[in-house]
């Protein structure tokens, strides 16, 4: 069974904390990405990556960067949390090129900033 | 005007019943259609790709209509257990998840 997991479920940070949210997959998979959620606006991409050590920016990306040093590893970082950076954060992953339209996704880290 | 367009619901439903969910789109050059389910507080997951001559998988149904640029959700005789959110998803690329655009979902509650 496909597994991405992401480490923590749910955080609680201050304004000007460094964040970090950790994604792990074991499917041997190439491609990662951060979506963030929120009410209304759906689905958005921050950052995604195609390999180890490379990254594109997604739709969203300001005010975050990403870190991938271990393909099955995909980091999302928050230099400085801000409270507008509230939401629901969802790792995914797709079966080789992506092209299917499947993407897995793990469980979600809901950041809350206060 | 939204890239992916859904009616944000919710559709209340009694058990039993059909129902039908649309979705526009604004690119006209989108390659794949697809629709998600999202259960309360959970990871969205596929529910169905959308090809277009239609497509069934036991009560559901999708269909593409390219040249309104609209996809549908059809389930017939609702369950319960279909209470969600139905996510409609775009593949606006040639491949590749970074072309992936999701709707802000459609929520169904399947009703006793």
């Known amino acids: 069974d496909v597994k991405v997991t992401q480490s923590s479920r749910y955080l609680v940070k201050r304004t000007g904390e460094k964040v970090f949210l950790e994604c792990v997959q074991d499917?041997?998979?190439?491609?990662m990405f951060w979506y963030r959620q929120d009410p209304g606006l759906g689905l958005r991409l921050i950052y995604f990556?195609?390999?180890?050590?490379?990254?594109e920016k997604g739709d969203i990306p300001e005010g975050y960067s990403v870190s991938r040093e271990k393909k099955e590893r995909f980091s999302l970082i928050l230099e400085s949390a801000s409270t507008n950076q509230t939401s629901m954060y969802l790792c995914?992953?797709?079966?080789?090129?992506?092209?299917?339209?499947?993407?897995?996704f793990g469980e979600g880290s809901r950041l809350t900033v206060l | 005007r939204k890239e992916v367009e859904q009616d944000p619901g919710p559709f209340n439903v009694p058990e039993g019943a059909t129902v039908a969910f649309n979705c526009t789109y604004s690119?006209?050059?989108?390659?794949?259609f697809f629709w998600y389910r999202q259960d309360c507080r959970k990871e969205p997951k596929l529910l169905m790709s959308v090809y277009s001559s239609g497509n069934e998988d036991g009560r559901f149904t999708a269909q593409l209509n390219r040249a309104s640029q609209y996809i549908s959700l059809l389930i017939r005789d609702s369950k319960l257990s279909d209470s969600a959110t139905y996510l409609c998803v775009v593949n606006m690329g040639t491949g590749g998840g970074n072309k992936l655009t999701f709707g802000t979902g459609t929520q169904l509650k399947v009703e006793l």
């Open positions: 990556s195609y390999d180890v050590k490379m990254k």
């Open positions: 995914a992953s797709p079966p080789g090129t992506g092209a299917t339209g499947e993407l897995f």
């Open positions: 690119n006209s050059a989108s390659q794949s």
């Open positions: 499917m041997d998979h190439e491609n």
